[in-house]
Each structure stands twice: as structure tokens, then as C-alpha cells.
């Protein structure tokens, strides 16, 4: 999205002053492309822990069934049941570090690593062609999101909406969307429409006085 008077400081604070009919509407497209884009993440979160949770649990029977299945290439061939711990740790340290902490999501590069789940228990095979492909679905939701400004947390900016003039007319902003008044360019809104009714307190004490605005005459 190109932006005009969205800056990379408004982004980082989550909020904006509206200053402008024109601002105000690409602070609505902005936030409506934060909520697509919110959809998205949340789909690609769930296919990460999705595939977390899927190896914990499959990778877990995997490997109590060797001993009794005897469906392990490494445990017919060596006799060795520890090997195929270490082969099953070796391949969940890989996993972890490319797909958890590097954040490499390719799915040839998940299914490469899963490989290794083959010789620990050929039944692990459906587990490998998962992998890959989980793992491709979370590569294209993040391909999508990638580029996307305010990648990858795309949180919404919250508006402080102010009255503007603009050609010779002075305009208002709410919540839903622009209104205009009758009012010509000469007419100066006040930041604080109360700014003009507060009177300064004394010794730097707080609050309005009681008597602050009951006591001015129309």
C-alpha cells in the first residue's frame, strides 16, 4: 500500500493525529488492509502450530512403535533403539532451527529434513509428506503478507480526529466519517474546544475550577 501521510513513526505508535479529509480516508484504508492482513497472520499461525503440534504427537507414537512394530529401517538393520532417538532428536533440532528460529519456510527444504523420519519408522512417512505440506501453505499466506506495509504484526492505527478548514470550508471528523459545516475559512476551530472556558489554575493545581464554566456569560 502507498502511503502519503502515514509515516513510519505513525506505524510504530499505533496512532495518528487526522488533520485532513484525505488523511482520514487513508487511515481507513490503512486499517482496513491491517484487518485483511490480521486474517491472514491468524491462518498462518495456525498451520505453525499446527505443524508443532502434528510432529509432537506423531513423532511421539512414532517412536514408542518401533519396539513393536519393527517397521524402523535403523532398528532392523543396527538393533539399536537409541539410534533411533538420536536420528529422531537430530531431525526435530533441524526442524526447529530452520523452521522455528530461522524461519524458513520452504517446503522443499521441510521435507528434506523430514527424510530423516523414514529410517526411524517408515510409518512416519504420512508425517514427511505433511511437513512439506503445511509448510507450503505457510510459505504462500507469508508470501502474501511479506511485502505488505506494517509487516508482521500489522496492528491498526487509532485515530485522534481534529476540525480542519479546507477550501474555505470547515470540516469535522468522527468515527464513521467526515461531516462538513457552513462555517467559512476564517472561522478557527480550537484544537481543545474547551481551551477557551479553562481558566489557568493557581499553584499549578489540577482539574477545573467549579466555577470555570458555570460563571461565563453567553
Not at 98 to 105: D, E, H, T, V
Request: charged share 20%; aromatic share 14%; proline share 3%.
Amino acid at each position: 500500500m502507498e502511503l502519503k501521510y502515514i509515516t513510519q513513526d505513525n506505524i510504530d505508535e499505533s496512532h495518528i493525529n487526522i488533520t485532513s479529509a484525505e488523511m482520514f480516508k487513508e487511515f481507513q484504508e490503512y486499517n482496513g488492509l491491517m484487518l485483511r492482513m490480521q486474517k491472514k497472520r491468524y491462518a498462518f499461525l495456525r498451520d505453525f502450530w499446527a505443524l508443532w503440534i502434528m510432529n509432537a504427537i506423531l513423532l511421539f507414537f512414532g517412536v514408542k512403535l518401533i519396539l513393536f512394530w519393527k517397521c524402523s529401517l535403523i532398528y532392523m538393520a543396527s538393533g539399536m533403539y537409541p539410534l533411533c532417538l538420536l536420528v529422531a532428536a537430530v531431525y526435530l533440532i533441524l526442524m526447529i532451527y530452520f523452521i522455528g528460529i530461522r524461519k524458513l519456510y520452504s517446503w522443499k527444504a521441510g521435507l528434506l529434513i523430514s527424510l530423516l523420519l523414514i529410517p526411524v519408522n517408515i510409518s512416519l512417512i504420512p508425517l514427511a509428506a505433511a511437513n512439506a505440506i503445511v509448510i507450503y501453505l505457510m510459505e504462500k499466506i507469508d508470501s502474501e503478507m511479506r511485502n505488505e506495509t506494517g509487516y508482521p504484526h500489522f496492528t491498526q492505527l487509532h485515530g485522534s480526529y481534529k476540525s480542519m478548514v479546507k477550501d474555505g470550508e470547515v470540516f469535522g471528523i468522527e468515527s464513521e466519517g467526515v461531516y462538513a459545516t457552513v462555517m467559512k475559512a476564517d472561522y478557527v476551530v480550537p484544537e481543545d474546544p474547551f481551551a477557551k472556558y479553562r481558566i489557568k489554575p493557581e499553584d499549578d493545581m489540577g482539574m477545573l475550577a467549579d466555577n470555570d464554566i458555570s460563571n461565563i456569560k453567553e
